[in-house]
């Protein structure tokens, strides 16, 4: 058993809430409310939105103020849209505008940047995603052009700011999202230097799913008077029926996850390994198994890994296998399971596995071997 050793077991055994639908939650604005453009408004219908979810209802107004804000919520709460609408709005008064988006790994990156075009779609606002495991030339030559904004992983951005390809004194806007995650892995004195090299005067947005005192410190370091607003709702998503799988001595895990597999429930199923090798070899054992399997993780390149996210997200493939890195912040509609085949090292990352199932008000259900 590799990992979370130190995790009491019964952690992962929870019945889904499945509450009656009082608590339904009540925006006080529709998105035709909010004070920015009719075309921004016509993108946001476009989208198919027109009620907004409590983190965008309660942070929108705030941003489009000015005020430097703190959003304390998971993945899959509407964050992306929370930012990105008033930053749009921002730009379309200010075409100068130059804003920065720091997020901890490449596939975010990619689907902030997807979701910016979507809502900013006619516009002649233009945005680049600059991140590691990626052609630094073509990112290079997209950076000669102005963008409005600059949407990248700490590492690469870093390193484009050595290079003088981007001048951060130009950015009086930058957006921290998934800052408890920057911190766990390591790139905290990444992004201190990029919040050093920008104008005193800046107006920054910071996103954490928790809220330790390492966070604390940041937010005290980097905002000024900030608004917070935290729609955490509970650790673990409520809708998730939550499952321990006892593997016996005699039978290999790999027939016990084989005769799950191989059952009609089990549609779209996100599995969970602990190293990139083991994620590598697990998807290759279920190829050779007859399942349709594709693997994400660290040493995969962006494209194979942006190939094999859509194959699964388009149902052309059943099963993914990843690592807790590559499978940040993803949002991929409609999984059925998520299957922790290696436990994770600590609770907060089991919290965010499971949290890929179970997305809006859908029934998931997460299976942890041990």
């Avoid at 198994?289 to 493939?317: C, D, M, P, T």
Wanted: charged letters at 25%; glycine letters at 6%; a positive charge.
């Amino acid at each position: 058993m590799r990992g979370g050793e130190n995790i009491n077991i019964s952690k992962f055994i929870c019945k889904a809430e499945i509450t009656e639908k009082t608590e339904c939650f009540v925006p006080e604005h529709k998105f035709i409310d909010f004070n920015v453009s009719d075309n921004l408004k016509a993108n946001i219908a476009k989208k198919g939105y027109s009620i907004p979810t409590p983190i965008q209802d309660k942070i929108i107004p705030h941003i489009l103020r000015g005020s430097d804000v703190v959003g304390i919520a998971n993945t899959g709460t509407g964050k992306t849209g929370a930012f990105a609408i008033p930053l749009i709005q921002k730009v379309l008064l200010n075409p100068k505008s130059n804003i920065l988006i720091v997020v901890p790994t490449r596939e975010l990156a990619v689907q902030i940047n997807t979701e910016i075009k979507e809502f900013s779609s006619g516009m002649k606002i233009f945005s680049v995603c600059v991140v590691g495991g990626s052609s630094m030339g073509r990112q290079i030559s997209e950076l000669r052009y102005h963008n409005n904004f600059i949407i990248g992983t700490p590492g690469r951005l870093k390193d484009l700011i050595e290079r003088k390809y981007i001048n951060l004194t130009e950015f009086s806007t930058i957006v921290l999202d998934e800052a408890d995650r920057m911190l766990d892995m390591g790139f905290i004195h990444d992004v201190k230097f990029m919040m050093a090299k920008m104008p005193k005067e800046k107006h920054t947005l910071f996103f954490s799913a928790t809220i330790s005192k390492e966070i604390e410190t940041l937010i005290k370091e980097f905002l000024k008077e900030p608004v917070t607003i935290s729609v955490k709702t509970g650790d673990t998503a409520k809708n998730v029926d939550q499952d321990i799988i006892r593997i016996q001595k005699e039978s290999p895990k790999i027939d016990t996850l084989h005769n799950l597999l191989i059952k009609p429930e089990f549609s779209k199923v996100l599995i969970f390994g602990q190293t990139k090798h083991g994620v590598e070899k697990l998807s290759k054992v279920l190829v050779e198994r007859g399942f349709k399997a594709e693997a994400i993780h660290g040493n995969k390149s962006q494209s194979q890994r942006q190939r094999a996210l859509s194959l699964f997200k388009e149902s052309k493939v059943k099963i993914l296998v990843a690592t807790d890195v590559a499978a940040r912040g993803l949002d991929i509609p409609n999984v059925s399971h998520v299957i922790n085949f290696d436990i994770p090292n600590t609770y907060d990352d089991y919290v965010h596995r499971i949290g890929r199932t179970g997305r809006g008000d859908k029934k998931g259900i997460a299976l942890t071997f041990v």
